[in-house]
């Protein structure tokens, strides 16, 4: 599983190093290719294991090219979708246009979500943190049975 919160410079070139703890990981799962895409909800980019990209593209292609949203959906994703190995060092190049779409510069958050990573800027990534601890309140998550199951008081 893809979990934590990494920072992570992005050298010169644009390329990020993927953590050292995952790297054997996503070479037996992958072999170290990816597919990268932007976040539609947010100012960030998503890193896919190839093999975990591949089942996403497979839902992608059973939308419908009539209705307007899911022509949408279809049109982000995949338009933006950028493929991408790792290097002899681990290293990805994350492509211009995504870094651009997510104001990635110098120091990039790379946050693990299960099956992917997001990639975020440091200043996105805080601010996005600040906005969700701010916007939860008790009433939404006792107004929600799966959100309960969660509640950081109780013992897992």
Wanted: charged letters at 25%; glycine letters at 6%.
């Amino acid at each position: 599983m893809l979990r934590g919160a990494h920072a992570i410079a992005l050298d010169s070139k644009g390329r990020l190093a993927v953590p050292t703890k995952y790297r054997a990981y996503l070479d037996e799962q992958c072999g170290g290719r990816y597919v990268c895409t932007i976040d539609i909800s947010n100012r960030c980019l998503l890193l896919y294991p190839l093999n975990k990209w591949e089942l996403l593209e497979k839902k992608l292609s059973s939308l419908s090219s009539v209705d307007e949203n899911e022509r949408r959906l279809q049109r982000l994703l995949l338009g933006y979708a950028s493929d991408c190995e790792t290097d002899a060092n681990g290293r990805l190049l994350i492509a211009p246009v995504l870094r651009e779409y997510a104001g990635l510069e110098k120091n990039v958050m790379l946050v693990g979500q299960l099956n992917r990573f997001e990639i975020w800027s440091d200043e996105n990534w805080k601010a996005s943190v600040s906005s969700d601890l701010a916007s939860i309140s008790a009433s939404d998550w006792n107004s929600s049975p799966r959100l309960r199951e969660f509640t950081l008081n109780d013992s897992l």
